[in-house]
């Protein structure tokens, strides 16, 4: 079993479009990452979250701690944004073992 | 911004044959990671290092493999003796303080096992 699902699996837009990734899971957590994997397959760390809302840029990520909920949003979507967005878990442990969810493979078209 | 750097970016080696794979970590950062991915697949935990040893490992991280901070700067995975199994995408991260702290990701060495 899954302890992090994440939806859609791919996803398809316009440039200009207002995306959502969705993240749910099913443990405790001290923190949520979302991450973005390049299609070379470096992994860039966006946001580390334990609650509420944060934003950078054109990106915005939410967590619900209640609902085991976290999504993330990209604004005004972009070509250069087309990438796979990974959700990943720290399940509360002082060693910061990450629990990843199978991504999100992005593509924004011109 | 400080990076997390892995080398080699590809290896190709031959099955049965000890490969190492090297990162430098940040510097002032404490607690050390290896993860894999196979094609296709979500990213797996290999293994996490702090105060120069082993914390925790996964089932993954069988006596094939093993990890070593030689010096001040340099963290280490091995494979002693590689399987067709074993080809995937290598990321060494970093954390200045672990749980509930930032990660960095090195941007990975592919290992193609033939």
């Known amino acids: 079993k899954n302890e992090v699902e994440q939806s859609p699996q791919n996803l398809t837009a316009q440039e200009g479009e207002f995306i959502t990734i969705n993240c749910s899971y099913s443990?405790?957590?001290?923190?949520l990452h979302w991450l973005q994997q390049h299609p070379g397959g470096g992994i860039v760390s966006l946001f580390m979250?334990?609650?509420g809302k944060k934003k950078h840029g054109r990106l915005i990520a939410t967590i619900n701690i209640q609902e085991k909920h976290s999504s993330l949003h990209i604004t005004a979507s972009h070509p250069r944004d087309s990438a796979v967005y990974i959700c990943?878990?720290?399940?509360?442990?002082?060693?910061?073992?990450?629990?990843f969810g199978r991504g999100t493979q992005l593509t924004v078209w011109p | 911004e400080p990076e997390v750097t892995q080398t080699p970016s590809h290896q190709v080696t031959q099955m049965g044959q000890e490969v190492i794979l090297r990162c430098v970590p940040i510097?002032?950062?404490?607690?050390f990671y290896w993860y894999r991915q196979i094609l296709g697949q979500k990213v797996e935990f290999l293994v996490s290092?702090?105060?120069?040893?082993?914390?925790?490992k996964s089932e993954i991280f069988d006596d094939q493999f093993s990890v070593e901070r030689p010096d001040g700067s340099n963290f280490t995975l091995k494979i002693r003796s590689t399987k067709l199994e074993d080809s995937a995408m290598y990321f060494c991260?970093?954390?200045?303080?672990?749980?509930?702290?930032?990660?960095?990701f090195g941007s990975g060495t592919r290992l193609t096992v033939v």
């Open positions: 991260a970093s954390s200045e303080m672990g749980g509930g702290y930032g990660y960095t």
């Open positions: 443990v405790g957590i001290s923190a």
């Open positions: 979250l334990s609650s």
């Open positions: 990943a878990v720290d399940r509360g442990s002082t060693l910061g073992r990450l629990y």
């Open positions: 510097s002032n950062h404490l607690y």
């Open positions: 290092f702090y105060n120069n040893e082993i914390s925790e």
